[in-house]
């Protein structure tokens, strides 16, 4: 006998070292994670999926995320017009100082606006403009249509109404006062055909304008100044976001004591990455330690030993440690959503416990950790199994958070569930010194009640009952599937980025086209064909206002070409009549023959790669993509619209369909359509693990009697109870009004996992001859608060996503609880 106690204490000994090692290693690599770059992940773009068909435009949302992502846009106003331009220069400057920005522009640097003349000047004589190229070509069809029909009209005759037309674009050239921002030398370009061109560039499309080297609105008696500043680092780092804040912080507290008349706004993906993190920390302490502290007082309210409580909390935490370190090396990053989900674990992963435990007491004197492992082991995996298979759907879903949370579930429940099974029974060896006899007792006399009340043939009837009842509820039941439900934005937030918005005069829009080819010059023509669809829509009631195309900045070469032999045609087609007009306009020989020179030399087409070469044009880069398919040589790019509206997206989407190599992007409006796809499937998913666990719990429950209705009627009872909970739940949220999304339909899937175990429970403890059923629906009843508890507090977070999530998971599980008795067999059936 001694032999064999030495041994199990030293086989005890080894699980205790194996799961110490293993806690370990968890806990070692979550720290090491945790103390370099932070793996919190708070870019909410990082939740959603990809919604695409075309991946190209995957990428287009991409780039232009990353491209707006590190800017960072403060807006200074004030009434006092003095005010508020010091005061954006005294915080640009304290903004400056901290460092916490890889470059602030509040007062602009003299820009020499000739620096974009001289880029497009060699290419002059392929740039026009719709209104000079119809001038133009109208200039020689006036000429033909002005002569009689009988009259053929010579070329002298046609030559001098073009030299007239010319004659009389040059003398306005040379004598009007007005002149755009962009103007070019007289010499160079003497009919101001390109300075035209470039004041069509889209280069300012907002209600800013330049005064005294800032940028300033002035919107009724105030006065804002825009100050722009870029990150050093991405938004959503921990570090970045608390340096901005900081900073941040000083520069308007040293405002307020020097203007005290002047606000400052701002927006920007940090200040959103950073709110979110915030609050979504704030849930997590707040659910996690909640929960802690309500599961903590339950269990010992019921088993009265702190001894229990902490091998229950040591159980659950390696779960969570475990689901940590296991999810961070699956992804590489933690989502926050993730985060605040871990929290809500707890009240799961202690359920292990707490049937281990009620096993425990009920032996009393009699207790064998061994024997009492192997006596939870099949409730315990039939649990286990339902409850993975519940995750494991979620798994299915492509939004990467879900997948997160499947992962991080997976692996915490697991985890818990193999340390009930090898650990406990290592660390509660000892019999318990006392067991709460009268609770078990008091449990049992309500279980036997509550059983004859529902349970046996009255099942069928209460199962027939709240179908009547829940049938109205499904009738009334809707859907809304929109993104917002997902993300929660700081109001504050919000209405700062509405006022810069408004100031600067730019719909922020998060819709555009993509245009791709196998080659730039198709790319180039096809956007060239999207820009003129979109100007005539402009003279209707779909009108889209401005946009920005890297087709406005550089031409393709056909329209360059067409350019160039429009005015070979028109204008230079007679060179000694040209000079001669150009002479008698006071131009000198040289310089008339310098620019009759000009033309007729080989000029190659102006292309992207020399465009994007120029220092300025660094702000309007984000609309090429270059080569975004190496294998096929296909390249992109995109066109943003201003003025995307719900009354002329249809518009826009049609637009894009007629024209080839064309896609509409509208991320948001994807997503959504994504989520009501899923949202749909969901139902065919849950109808299968519902089938799924039937058949698994018949294989498991099945009776030995001769009828096949008979051999089936305990799987069926087990099941019966979600079942209904699932159906309850559906018609509650009719009667409620409250509309369902994906989310809802998920949780549901875990309402399937979860709370089909109760049953499982009350079942596996009737199969046992020596189990006291009192302490195993005690601890069906202490699972199910746990598990409501964390889930409770999950449905009141404000997160969308994980408020539905929660709410439809409590009352699932509550439902589920309360019925888990129909999976009782009858007292004549019972073991005895």
């Known amino acids: 006998m001694d032999m064999l106690q030495q041994r199990s204490a030293k086989q005890a000994w080894s699980v205790r070292a194996a799961w110490l090692l293993l806690a370990l290693i968890a806990t070692l690599y979550c720290g090491w994670r945790f103390a370099g770059p932070s793996p919190l992940q708070t870019n909410l773009l990082a ?153 069509n560039l889209p280069l300012a499309t907002t209600n800013l304008e330049l005064e005294d080297n800032l940028l300033v609105s002035h919107r009724g008696a105030a006065t804002s100044v825009l100050i722009v500043a870029t990150l050093p680092g991405s938004a959503y780092e921990t570090k970045t976001q608390h340096a901005v804040l900081a900073a941040l912080a000083r520069g308007e507290q040293q405002l307020q004591s020097s203007f005290p008349d002047v606000s400052v706004a701002r927006t920007g993906a940090v200040f959103y ?204 039941l809707t859907s809304d599937d929109d993104i917002h439900l997902l993300i929660q934005r700081d109001p504050s937030l919000v209405a700062q980025e509405d006022k810069v918005r408004d100031a600067i005069g730019v719909d922020n829009s998060a819709q555009f086209f993509v245009v791709r080819g196998e080659t730039p010059e198709f790319v180039l023509q096809r956007a060239e064909a999207l820009g003129t669809k979109l100007d005539a829509l402009n003279g209707t009631a779909n009108k889209v206002g401005s946009y920005q195309s890297v087709a406005q900045f550089v031409p393709s070469a056909k329209q360059q070409n067409d350019d160039h032999a429009l005015l070979a045609q028109h204008v230079f087609n007679d060179p000694a009549a040209l000079r001669a007009t150009l002479l008698q306009a006071g131009f000198k020989d040289e310089v008339a023959d310098a620019w009759l020179a000009a033309f007729a030399k080989p000029q190659a087409p102006l ?42 997206e249809p518009v826009l989407i049609a637009t894009a369909q007629s024209l080839p190599g064309v896609v509409f992007v509208d991320k948001a409006a994807s997503v959504s359509k994504l989520f009501g796809a899923y949202r749909v499937d969901s139902g065919w998913w849950l109808g299968g693990a519902l089938a799924l666990v039937l058949i698994l719990l018949v294989v498991r429950y099945a009776q030995k009697e001769a009828r096949l209705a008979d051999r089936l009627r305990g799987g069926v009872a087990v099941t019966l109870p979600v079942l209904l909970a699932v159906g309850v739940t559906l018609a509650a949220f009719g009667y409620a009004h409250v509309p369902l999304n994906l989310f809802n339909w998920l949780a549901l899937m875990l309402v399937l996992g979860v709370g089909a175990n109760y049953a499982v429970f009350l079942r596996e403890g009737c199969l046992r001859a020596d189990a006291d059923l009192g302490a ?57």
């Open 47 to 199: 939740l959603l999926p990809a919604t695409e068909a075309d991946p190209v435009a995957e990428q287009a949302v991409d780039t232009l995320a990353s491209a707006l992502g590190d800017r960072t846009v403060f807006l200074v106003t004030s009434k006092d017009d003095a005010h508020a331009k010091a005061a954006a220069r005294q915080l640009g400057a304290s903004l400056r100082r901290s460092g916490a920005f890889g470059s602030v522009t509040a007062e602009l640097p003299p820009f020499d606006l000739s620096q974009i003349g001289a880029l497009y000047m060699p290419y002059r004589f392929g740039l026009l403009t719709p209104a000079d190229r119809a001038a133009l070509s109208g200039a020689a069809s006036d000429a033909i249509a002005t002569t009689p029909h009988d009259a053929p009209q010579s070329a002298s005759e046609t030559g001098a109404s073009q030299q007239s037309t010319l004659h009389d674009a040059l003398a306005q050239r040379i004598y009007s006062p007005l002149h755009g921002a962009l103007t070019t030398p007289l010499a160079d370009d003497p009919f101001g055909w390109l300075e035209h061109w470039l004041s």
């Open 273 to 476: 990455a950073e709110s979110a993190r915030s609050a979504s920390e704030h849930e997590v302490h707040l659910i996690g330690i909640a929960s802690l502290c309500g599961i903590a007082l339950l269990m010992m309210w019921v088993f009265r030993s702190p001894r229990l409580l902490l091998l229950g909390f040591v159980s659950t935490a390696l779960g969570i440690v475990c689901a940590l370190a296991v999810t961070m090396l699956v992804f590489g990053k933690l989502h926050l959503l993730t985060l605040v989900f871990g929290a809500s674990l707890i009240g799961e992963a202690v359920d292990y416990s707490i049937q281990y435990f009620v096993v425990y007491l009920g032996a009393g004197r009699d207790w064998d950790a061994r024997r009492g492992a192997r006596a939870v082991r099949p409730a315990l995996t039939v649990a286990l199994t339902t409850s993975l298979l519940g995750y494991a759907i979620l798994m299915w879903v492509p939004f990467p958070a879900l997948k997160q949370i499947a992962c991080f579930a997976m692996a915490g429940i697991t985890t818990a569930f193999a340390s009930v099974l090898w650990l406990l029974p290592a660390l509660l060896t000892r019999p318990p010194k006392r067991s709460p006899r009268r609770l078990f007792a008091g449990a049992a006399r309500g279980l036997t009640v509550w059983h004859r009340t529902i349970g046996g043939r009255r099942a069928w009837f209460v199962a027939a009952l709240l179908l009547i009842v829940a049938i109205p509820g499904w009738l009334r």
């Open 607 to 648: 292309t992207v790669n020399t465009w994007l070469a120029a220092p300025w044009s660094q702000p309007y880069r984000h609309l090429w993509l270059g080569e975004v398919d190496p294998a096929t040589k296909a390249y992109a790019a995109v066109v943003i619209p201003q003025g995307v509206t719900p009354q002329n």
């Open 776 to 832: 195993v629906w005690t601890g069906v009843l202490l699972s199910s608060a746990t598990t409501l508890l964390s889930f409770g507090m999950l449905g009141m977070s404000a997160m969308p996503a994980l408020k539905s999530f929660g709410a439809t998971l409590a009352l699932g599980i509550l439902v589920s609880v309360l019925l888990a008795p129909i999976g009782m067999p009858s007292e004549s059936r019972r073991v005895a």
